[in-house]
Nanobody, 122 residues
Framework: QVQLVESGGGLVQSGDSLRLSCAAS??????VGWFRQAPGKEREFVAA????????DYADSVKGRFTISRGDAENTVYLQMNRLKPEDTAVYYC?????????????????WGQGTQVTVSS
């Protein structure tokens, strides 16, 4: 019912910025989360944005640097990443979840995009 396509990843240096996009189709009201996965690591929560009240949540590792938002048409969710660090290097995924508690857990998400690679060099 929902298709997600991530874009905007690339190779950057420490301190640079990137803006990732998650284009969604199939519904107009949805909750969206961003996760990332580095080689040999589990998929970890980055940020989420909720339809009701447009509230957001962030992992401690990205607070103050990353901002999640919706586009004007509300069919695209962005992740603005500033002051990037090498430890931010990962494949970034967006997903749709049902709502309720546990949005930081990957198994709560019903749909995923294919991911976009972010590589931050020193």
């Amino acid at each position: 019912q929902v298709q997600l396509v991530e874009s905007g990843g690339g190779l950057v240096q420490s301190g640079d910025s990137l803006r990732l996009s998650c284009a969604a189709s199939g519904r107009t009201k949805y909750h969206v989360g961003w996760f990332r996965q580095a080689p040999g690591k589990e998929r970890e929560f980055v940020a989420a944005i909720f339809w009701s009240g447009s509230s957001t949540d962030y992992a401690d590792s990205v607070k103050g640097r990353f901002t999640i938002s919706r586009g004007d048409a509300e069919n695209t969710v962005y992740l603005q990443m500033n002051r990037l660090k090498p430890e931010d290097t990962a494949v970034y995924y967006c997903g749709v979840f049902r709502g309720g508690s546990g949005w930081s857990l990957p198994d709560k998400y019903d749909y995923w995009g294919q991911g976009t690679q972010v590589t931050v060099s020193s």
